[in-house]
């Protein structure tokens, strides 16, 4: 069964880090891409950054761009993303996300639709003073 896990939530104050972490199970992640994106009430999904694994590629979202990094333990099959000057607009409930490859969308294609067919349970973060 394909399964996909988030931890590292939590609160924290503006300015501070996080790391969100995804364990996978059921699938070999090479052939996939996967992301991580956010809901916030009364807003759309919006996907943070996602990441191909062949070739390796990655994309981030314009207001995440140079504060958040994503990658992946390649022997573990996990994705991680690294959350630093976290912003109260940050605040949302974190979704790990993932696909198969298609030929007919690329990497941020996929990241900018906020759709994916496989999801985890989420996550909240909480950017607040």
């Known amino acids: 069964q394909l399964q996909l896990a988030e931890s590292g939530g939590g609160l924290v104050q503006p300015g501070e880090s996080l790391r969100l972490d995804c364990t996978t199970s059921g699938f070999t992640s090479d052939i996939w891409v996967m992301g991580w994106f956010r809901q916030v009430p009364g807003k759309e999904r919006e996907g943070v950054s996602c990441?191909?694994?062949?070739?390796?590629?990655?994309y981030y979202a314009d207001s995440v761009q140079g504060r958040f990094i994503i990658y992946r333990h390649g022997i573990k099959n996990e994705i991680y993303l690294q959350m630093n000057d976290l912003k109260p607009e940050d605040t949302g409930v974190y979704y790990c996300?993932?696909?198969?490859?298609?030929?007919?969308?690329?990497?941020?294609?996929?990241?900018?639709?906020?759709?994916?067919?496989?999801w985890g349970q989420g996550i909240q973060v909480t950017v607040s003073s």
């Open positions: 996300a993932a696909q198969p490859v298609r030929l007919d969308q690329n990497l941020a294609s996929y990241c900018r639709s906020g759709d994916s067919s496989l």
């Open positions: 990441i191909e694994m062949r070739p390796m590629t990655t």
